[in-house]
Structures are given as structure tokens and as C-alpha cells.
């Protein structure tokens, strides 16, 4: 379980007259996962998503407020460091290192996230499995196909087993076979218990597939609930129409 | 920090870097293909000269058909051909033409139909031959050479002619005093010195070529293929990833200088079996000689490239494309070859202060070593220095690394100042990077203008620096269409901040006095190197011209170029702290006085804070005023204030009460200046 409590990140933006201005990216948002559960997180270009999900993540130190998760003994860990050892993170920033081949980027990052050699040959193997890679886990990353090359960063995700995840845009940009394979982890490890954090622009994707949805706007929550509730609050038909009539409502 | 994760990362970024063509194209296939085959070149191009010059045939005439030309030129074509005629020349000389007048023969010399002619006078029992010839021509100036060396041969012969004719021993009176030397120096001391200049350079050069594709690749080449996200998003701190990137970058430099090594030691044996050939000089040669200068020349390189590993990723760090750092990095690479060609300089000596500076202390040191000079002092102080500077600027890069907007949004560079003025929008604060340029503008001109200017004036030494610091970024600010009153900070200040200031002031000359006094026990003639520089001044003019050239000018110029146009820069993007760090070791590096730099860089740190909290230059101005007023008094009326130009830390207890003051007063000045804990009392009340 991933929780921010009041969470506010600062940015310096540059003003037209070269004046410096502070604003806030994201201001006071609080949101918790549970177990088992996808929590959407939606908003137009510049909402805050991205730097949200970082700090969920512990990439950024939130300015204010607090991010923390529960591990199985619900011990609560809020340093950054050793946060990042419960969430897998993905997103379309997270490139893979294209001179490696799969089996050398799962076995330095295995590395950095704590399992010995002989741990990391086995967990190799499992995802490999898992997310079908075996028959180019000894390729150069640079020669796999797009597809290929999510799979491997799926694998890269769940390397260490996370409890919880968080996904930014995984499928933007990508087809529908590729796209299909990050939805289908997502499915997958929802019903293993885990909670999956995901932010989109596809409204049809994250109306079929989120059980909770968050919508930002201007670093601030708008509006928050399952898909069905907020069709119902706005009187919809789906989560595109009721995504802009949110946003007209705050604007 | 972890050591498995710095081991598992090291290891990532060793594997990143040799896999990547362009990196290893610079680092193995260019210094062992591109220096032998340079080498070759080299030698066919020398012996193509020496084979165009040595086959040439000099054609000379002579003026007028007289008998004292005739009689002149016959003697000299006979000694050409005499059989006493000791010089050895692979030439076939012949005379010509003869012109009748001298015109015709200029007219021939500038066609290049002749390589020179002869006017042949006679006065008072001497013939003088006038060599006529182009200087511009390369074979006439050779004929010029030949023909003069043949007339001294002549000369000789003549005399030892007349003075045998008189009865006379030749040799006693031709050659009363005979000098003659013997070279004791060994041939493995010959070769040192011969190798002491190229070598180093040679070093300087591929170190800096083995670590700035690294550098660029681990650094802004990791932002512009998007794998950094992907690395922050494994449970590592900032330190171990700086660690790793700088130790890895670090580790191909050196494997680079030892291609490098076996790629100049393999032509410098070739060089040494060639000679062995042709001399007997080099029979004894023993290369075991040069084993100990060896060992602590690849030390030496190791701290090197410690040092320049830390400097070049910190520049890269602020880019955030493969091509912005390589123009970022150009400019450094340019510095530290100029630099590194201190080892050609003859008679420069690596003293005290030179063991500090950057590049040439490694230059020096290395140009010592192959000549068998070792000082273990200053071995240990010159890589002391470089493992120092290496860990202040891996400490700072990771100050850069910690900053999220570096990381994760646009990089520092955006240089403005060179975008066409009319894409400039109106108002704009210069970039970090504007405003390294512009400094490393001033230091270029401060070394190169103001060293050759100041050389005809005291005055002159003191105004054309401050006119740089003063006019080159105004001109830069003007070119960016800057906001001058922003930039400069040019604003009254608050009567508290103010007030501060000058509080943080006392505090900070209280420190910086203990830190100089221990500084000087070490290095005792620093100070004196440092005020030398003034006592020209002094002695030329009177008090109150000492404070306005010594206390004013540099208190107005020096803090609106740094405390105003480099901070405002800086804060712009840094975070205040790093800003008034960097912004202090730019200030202290400009007073090119090495030692100091430590003193220096805590007063600029006071100067700094004052000019950030109050938003005007006012302040720090007035700081820097009394800081300099104070040193202009000690310099004009040493015995009246000996307490403060000859200050003495002998006791424990001295030093204790003046650092309780310094501290004391400065964190006086600093609560004044922020204020803060005033205005919480007063919300509370």
C-alpha cells in the first residue's frame, strides 16, 4: 500500500519578463492504495501526474507532506531509499540501456536491489518466463522490437517482486499488442494482491480497468471515485465525457 | 553508502561506457593507430624538408666586373672548393650571373632567378662582402646561411695566412682562450629532459581525451537516452550513483593514458633503437633508470584523472544532450592544453604555490620526474591538491544531482549569449553557463590583456582588470537584453541588512585572519607573494589613492560582477547554497593567488549570503569595502597597525578567543540579516 498525506511539490517557473515565479505542481494532494487494487490517475497535460507519481515513487522529495508505504508488517517506511524497494516503477521516461542485453540489465538491477548472484540467476529465469523473454534474453536491447523492449521493462518492474507499482503512461505511444501486454501485467498483479498506481490519457483503458480514479487538475485533486460513481455524479455515459465535464467544472 | 550497490553500479557504468564505438575509437584505436602513424608522417615530412634543402643548388652573383670584386669572389669560390675547407655541405653552389649594375640583380632576386648576390667593397686594407638576399625565400635565406659560414671560414683561413706570414704561432694568437665542454649529464638524463616537456603534455592531452567521452556519456548521454529515471527508480542514493559514474570515468581515463603510454613507449623505443644506430651516446642506456619516475608518474596521472574525471562530468551534469555537453566541454579542453603547455616553458619552476594549481602542478611535476628531480614534499603536495580538488567537485556534483530540476527538467546550459540578439526576449537573467563564459572571458583577458598592459603601469596593472571584470559582462548583459537592475542587484538595502552585513563582516575577517595565519605557517611566503603585488601601489601613491584604487574600485567592480551578475545567474537555477559556493570559488580563483583560495572563499561565502538576503549590492559592497579599506591601512602604516598585518594565533587560547569571536559575530550578522527568528517572536507575541 503506497500513501501520500498532503503532499505539495514547488516548482520556479520562469515568467514572461524573466521573473521568477513558484508554483505548485502538485498542492496537498493526499491518495492511498489498497491491496489488490487500480487506482487511475487522470488530468490533462501539466496536471501534476508525472510529479506525483515520482514522488509516490521517491524520486522527488515531496516540499511538504509525506509519502510512505506499508510493508507486510505494516511497519510504515518513508525513506526514500528504501521505499523504492517496494514499488516497481514504470514510465515512458524509463528507458532501457540499449548496449545490454536483458539478462545483464535483470542481473545489475537485480543487483541494486539486494538479491545475491545466485538469487539473481533464479529470478532471471522465473521472469523470463513469466514475460516470455527467453527467446532473446541474450540480445542487445537496441535490437529488439518496441514490443520486446516493454516486455523487458515489465520484467525490469517486477525484477524485485514489489508490492505495489506505479505505471506513467506505460502505453503511450505504443500499439495495441504491446499496449495489450502492460494491461495484461497490470490485470495479473492486481489479482495477486498488489496495488497498482496508473496514469493515462486513454479514458476507454482506465474506465474498463481502474477500480478507483483520481482526476488532477493544476496540481489539485477535482475529483475522486470509482469510474461508476463519478459517470453517476455527472450523469454520463462514459469516462471521457465525464473527464471533460470535470475539468469544464473546475475552469 | 552501500558498497554492493556502488560495486554493481561501477560495474553497469564500466560496461555502459566500453560498449559505446565512440568512446573506444577515442580511447584504444586513435592513440595506437593516429600516434605512430602522426609520427611517420612527422618523419617524412622532416626528411622531405631536409632532402628539399640539402639538394638544392644556391645560385649568388656579384656586382660590377672591378679586380677587388673579381679577385674577392675568386678567393671565395676557391675556398669553396679548397681542400682546407672543413664544412660539409651536400650542395653544388655556382655563381651564376654577373650583373653589371645592381638593379638587374635585385630584379633576378625577386624573380628568384638568383638566391642572393655579393657587393664586394674594400676599406682600408678589409674586403667586406654585403650579402644581398630574401629572408621571405627559405632557399635564399639558406644561401645567405652558406655563404656566410663559407666568408667566416675564409675569414679564418686569411688570417692564419697573415699571421703565419708575420712569424707568429697561428693557434696562441688566433685562439688565446679555448673553451671547450663536456656534456655529464647521462644519456638516460638527456632523454629525461628531452621527454619532460612533450611527455606531460602528451599525458595532459589523452587523459583529458579519455575521460570526456566517458564523462559526456554518463552524464548528459544517460539524460538524453532517458535510462536515469530508470536507474533512480532502484532503492540508490545520489552519492553512490555519483560515485559510480566518477570512479568509472575515472578508470577509463587512466586505462586510456596507459594505451596511451604503450603507444609513445612503443615509438620512443623505436626512437631510441634508430639513435642507438646512429650514435655511441646511447650504448649505456638503461631504461630501468626511469622505473621509480614511472611508478610515481602513474600516480601522478591516477590523481590526475581523478581530478579532471570530477571536473568534466560536473560540466556535463549541466547539459542535457550528448551534443550540448560536448559544446560545454570544448571551451575546458581548450584551457587545460594551453595550460598544459606550461612544460615547454623553460625556467618555470614548480614551486610551493604552482603545486596547487590545477594542470600545471601535474605538468611540473611530471617534467620533474623524467628529469630525476624527486621532492617528496611537493610529490605528495601536488597529488595531495588533486585528490582534494577531485573530492570538492565530486561533493559538488552531487549537489548538482540532488537538484530534481537538473534531473528531471531542462539542464542548466541555454547559453543566451549566443543566440542572435533579436531571438533574446527582453528582461532575461543570464544562464549559469552565460556566466561562465563571461567569467572565463575576464580570466582570459585578466591573464593575457591586463599581464601585457599592466607590465607598463602600476596603474595600469589595477584598472585594465577591473575595466574587464567591469565592461565585459555589462556588455553581455546589454548584448542578452538583461534587466541591469535586477541582475546588478542595484537597490538600496534595508538599514537591518545593512547593519548585518557589516556584523557578518567582523565575523568573517576574524575567520579568515586564523585561517590565513595557519595557511602562512605552512606557506609562509604566500603572503607575501600576495601583498607584493600592491607595494608598487603604495609607493606610488598616496593614502587616499591606495583607497580608492585598493578598497573602492575592486569593492564596486568585483561585487557587481560576482555578487551581482554570477549569483544572479547561478541562483537562478541552483539552489542558493551550491550558488554561493561556486559563485566563491570563481571569486577566490580570480585572485590567482592559490594559497588563499580557502580565506578567500569564506569571506566570499559572507559576501554571498549579504547580497542574496538583501537583493542589493550595496551591502556585500560595503563588506568587501571594509575588508580591502583594512588591508590598505596595514599596507600603508604596517607599524602603526602591526597587530593586524603581522597577526600572531601562538596561543591556543588566542586562536580559541578569536574563532569564538568570529563564529560569535557571525551568526550575529547572519540572524540579523535573516531576520527570521525576530519576526516568529513577534507572531507569537
Known amino acids: 500500500m503506497i500513501e501520500a498525506c498532503n503532499v505539495t511539490k514547488n516548482f520556479i517557473k520562469q515568467e514572461k519578463k524573466g521573473i521568477k515565479k513558484e508554483f505548485a505542481a502538485v498542492c496537498d494532494v493526499s491518495i492511498k492504495t489498497n491491496c489488490g487494487e487500480i487506482l487511475g490517475v487522470l488530468g490533462p497535460n501539466g496536471a501534476g501526474k508525472t510529479t506525483l507519481l515520482r514522488m509516490l515513487g521517491g524520486l522527488m522529495k515531496p516540499d511538504v507532506g509525506e509519502v510512505f508505504v506499508l510493508d507486510r508488517e505494516n511497519n510504515r517506511i518513508s525513506n526514500r531509499e528504501v521505499l523504492k524497494s517496494y514499488i516497481g516503477y514504470l514510465s515512458e521516461n524509463t528507458k532501457l540501456y540499449g548496449r545490454f542485453t536483458v539478462r545483464e540489465l535483470l542481473s545489475v538491477f537485480g543487483e541494486l536491489y539486494g538479491y545475491n548472484k545466485n538469487d539473481i540467476k533464479g529470478r532471471i529465469e522465473e521472469v523470463s518466463e513469466t514475460m516470455m523473454l527467453q527467446d532473446f534474453i541474450d540480445n542487445k536491447i537496441e535490437k529488439l522490437s518496441t514490443g520486446q523492449k516493454q516486455r523487458v521493462s515489465i520484467s525490469r518492474c517486477l525484477l524485485h517482486d514489489p508490492e505495489n507499482y506505479i505505471f506513467d503512461e506505460p502505453t503511450l505511444g505504443l500499439d495495441i499488442i504491446s499496449a495489450k501486454s502492460i494491461i495484461d501485467f497490470m490485470k495479473t498483479e492486481k489479482t495477486r494482491g498488489k496495488s497498482v498506481i496508473y496514469s493515462t490519457h486513454y479514458m476507454e483503458e482506465a474506465e474498463f480497468l481502474c477500480d478507483r480514479i483520481v482526476m488532477l487538475n493544476q496540481g489539485k485533486i477535482i475529483a475522486e471515485g470509482s469510474p461508476l460513481e463519478l459517470k453517476e455524479k455527472y450523469g454520463t455515459r462514459n469516462l471521457r465525457e465525464t473527464f471533460f465535464a470535470i475539468v469544464e467544472e473546475n475552469e | ?685
Open chain 2, 1 to 685: 553508502m552501500n558498497r554492493k550497490h556502488l560495486s554493481s553500479l561501477y560495474k553497469k557504468e564500466i560496461m555502459d561506457v566500453i560498449r559505446d564505438k565512440k568512446t573506444l575509437l577515442v580511447m584504444i584505436v586513435l592513440p595506437l593507430i593516429l600516434y605512430p602513424l602522426l609520427f611517420i608522417v612527422i618523419l617524412q615530412v622532416i626528411t622531405m624538408i631536409n632532402t628539399s634543402e640539402t639538394s638544392n643548388e644556391y645560385k649568388y652573383a656579384y656586382v660590377g666586373k672591378d679586380s677587388i670584386t673579381v679577385d674577392a669572389i675568386s678567393k671565395l669560390n676557391n675556398w669553396i672548393d679548397s681542400d682546407d675547407n672543413e664544412l660539409e655541405y651536400d650542395i653544388n653552389p655556382s655563381v651564376k650571373y654577373i650583373g653589371e649594375d645592381e638593379k638587374t640583380l635585385i630584379e633576378a632576386l625577386n624573380k628568384e632567378e638568383i638566391d642572393a648576390y655579393i657587393k664586394v667593397s674594400e676599406k682600408d686594407g678589409q674586403v667586406f662582402y654585403k650579402i644581398n638576399y630574401l629572408s621571405s625565400v627559405s632557399n635564399s635565406a639558406n644561401c645567405k646561411s652558406y655563404l656566410t659560414e663559407e666568408l667566416e671560414g675564409l675569414n679564418e683561413e686569411s688570417a692564419k695566412e697573415k699571421i703565419s706570414e708575420s712569424g707568429l704561432d697561428v693557434d696562441s694568437v688566433l685562439y688565446p682562450v679555448v673553451c671547450d665542454s663536456v656534456d655529464k649529464a647521462s644519456g638516460e638524463e638527456a632523454m629525461g629532459n628531452v621527454l619532460g616537456s612533450v611527455i606531460p603534455f602528451l599525458l595532459i592531452t589523452s587523459v583529458l581525451m579519455g575521460c570526456v567521452y566517458p564523462a559526456i556519456d554518463a552524464t548528459s548521454g544517460e539524460k538524453e537516452r532517458g535510462t536515469l529515471e530508470t536507474l533512480l527508480t532502484c532503492p540508490i542514493n545520489n552519492l553512490e550513483l555519483i560515485m559510480s559514474k566518477f570512479l568509472s570515468v575515472a578508470t577509463i581515463a587512466a586505462f586510456s593514458v596507459f594505451i596511451n603510454m604503450i603507444s609513445v613507449g612503443g615509438i620512443a623505443v623505436y626512437l631510441y633503437l634508430t639513435m642507438k644506430s646512429l650514435s655511441s651516446k646511447f650504448d649505456d642506456f638503461n631504461f630501468s633508470t626511469f622505473i621509480p619516475a614511472l611508478i610515481i608518474v602513474i600516480f601522478c596521472i591516477l590523481a590526475f584523472a581523478l581530478f579532471m574525471s570530477a571536473v568534466v562530468m560536473c560540466i556535463c551534469a549541466f547539459a542535457k544532450s550528448f551534443k550540448e555537453a560536448n559544446n560545454y566541454v570544448s571551451p575546458i579542453m581548450i584551457v587545460v592544453l594551453l595550460v598544459g603547455y606550461v612544460g615547454f616553458i623553460p625556467n618555470v619552476k614548480l614551486t610551493t604555490t604552482m603545486s596547487l594549481i590545477p594542470v600545471v602542478n601535474v605538468v611540473l611535476l611530471l617534467k620533474n620526474l623524467l628529469a630525476f628531480k624527486y621532492e617528496i614534499g611537493t610529490i605528495l603536495l601536488v597529488l595531495m591538491s588533486n585528490i582534494v580538488y577531485a573530492g570538492i567537485t565530486v561533493w559538488f556534483l552531487s549537489r548538482i544531482y540532488d537538484s530534481e530540476s537538473i534531473l528531471f527538467g531542462e539542464s542548466l546550459g541555454n547559453m543566451r549569449i549566443f543566440e542572435r540578439r533579436i531571438n533574446i526576449k527582453k528582461n532575461s537573467i543570464p544562464s549559469p553557463m552565460d556566466a561562465l563564459f563571461v567569467y572565463i572571458i575576464v580570466l582570459i583577458g585578466m591573464i593575457y590583456v591586463g599581464g601585457v598592459l599592466g607590465l607598463k603601469s602600476v596603474l595600469m596593472s589595477v584598472f585594465i582588470p577591473q575595466g574587464l571584470i567591469l565592461l565585459v559582462p555589462l556588455l553581455a548583459v546589454i548584448y542578452m537584453k538583461g534587466d541591469i537592475k535586477k541582475i546588478y542587484l542595484l537597490k538600496l538595502p534595508k538599514i537591518r541588512h545593512l547593519l548585518g552585513s557589516i556584523v557578518l563582516f567582523a565575523g568573517t575577517w576574524c575567520l579568515t585572519s586564523i585561517v590565513g595565519a595557519i595557511l602562512s605557517q605552512f606557506f609562509p611566503n604566500a603572503e607575501m607573494d600576495a601583498t607584493e603585488s600592491y607595494m608598487a601601489i603604495v609607493e606610488s601613491l598616496p593614502f587616499v589613492g591606495g583607497v580608492l584604487v585598493i578598497a573602492l574600485l575592486p569593492a564596486v567592480v568585483e561585487e557587481l560582477f560576482f555578487r551581482g551578475f554570477i549569483l544572479s545567474s547561478f541562483k537562478n537555477r541552483m539552489n542558493p547554497f551550491a550558488a554561493c559556493v561556486a559563485v566563491s570559488f570563481l571569486f577566490a580563483c580570480i585572485h590567482m593567488l592559490p594559497i588563499r583560495i580557502l580565506p578567500i572563499m569564506v569571506l566570499s561565502m559572507g559576501l554571498c549570503y549579504s547580497a542574496y538576503k538583501s537583493e542589493s549590492i550595496i551591502t556585500s559592497s560595503c563588506m568587501h569595502f571594509l575588508n580591502n579599506f583594512i588591508s590598505v591601512i596595514a599596507l600603508y602604516y604596517p607599524k602603526k597597525v602591526e597587530f593586524i598585518s603581522n597577526m600572531k594565533f601562538d596561543t591556543p587560547l588566542k586562536v580559541i578567543g578569536f574563532l569564538l569571536i568570529g563564529v560569535l559575530l557571525f551568526v550575529i550578522g547572519l540572524l540579523i540579516i535573516h531576520g527570521r527568528p525576530f519576526r516568529v517572536k513577534e507572531e507569537k507575541a
